[in-house]
């Protein structure tokens, strides 16, 4: 029982560079989303989508990009990598109803030099 | 918005000690709240949760109860162990709107 499945688990990238994160979930969870985790700011959420084909941004959106095309998939891609963007990254997902609980996968650390 | 208002910590306890981590929301409607658990290096775990008013959330020796009256949402356990030595959030969701967390209470518990 996979759950959510994040890669990669650490990253080291210089300023400029682009990445994907990876995730996927095998629940058939229509809801996934996307936070960062940094000291004393909790999770900040970066974006979201309710079902494959539909996004939409959080709090924290800028620089970064998800698309939907399955529903087990949802990539985040750093489009510029800047060292704001050094964060511990977790991917989530839910059913869609907003009373259970989300899935949380194990994380990705990344490092922008 | 939604917002949610968790104690600072560290909380710093001996074992066996009454834990008590206060969290308080405000919320459009009426939410599900939820307590995660963030063992160190690893992701987010549900640790309990509840839907409606007076309801009360237990797992491995926590609860919360949902205190509609003070928007509150307090986590408390009896007897603490090392092993629960973890980072806490509190969080809500509200409609089908996106889950809301608190910046998380550290707990720190000394043999």
């Known amino acids: 029982n996979a759950g959510v499945t994040q890669t990669p688990k650490f990253q080291v990238l210089k300023t400029g560079q682009s990445m994907t994160l990876q995730c996927a979930q095998d629940?058939?969870?229509?809801?996934m989303s996307w936070y960062r985790q940094d000291p004393g700011m909790g999770l900040r959420l970066i974006h979201y989508s309710v079902g494959a084909g539909i996004t939409d941004q959080g709090e924290v959106p800028n620089g970064y990009n998800v698309s939907r095309s399955t529903t087990e998939d949802f990539p985040l891609r750093l489009l510029s990598a800047a060292p704001s963007q050094t964060s511990v990254y977790f991917c989530a997902s839910r059913p869609t109803a907003s009373n259970q609980p989300q899935h949380f996968g194990d994380g990705t650390r990344l490092s922008i030099l | 918005g939604d917002s949610v208002t968790q104690m600072e910590g560290p909380v710093t306890l001996s074992e066996e000690a009454f834990l008590t981590i206060n969290c308080t929301y405000t919320a459009t409607g009426y939410p599900s709240l939820f307590w995660y658990v963030q063992y160190p290096g690893e992701g987010l775990q549900l640790l309990l949760k509840a839907t409606k008013a007076d309801d009360k959330g237990s797992n491995k020796g926590f609860e919360a109860t949902y205190r509609k009256e003070t928007t509150s949402f307090h986590l408390e356990k009896g007897s603490v162990q090392v092993s629960d030595s973890a980072v806490y959030f509190c969080a809500l969701i509200s409609g089908y709107s996106t889950l809301t967390f608190g910046k998380g209470t550290m707990l720190l518990v000394s043999p």
């Open positions: 629940m058939n969870h229509e809801y």
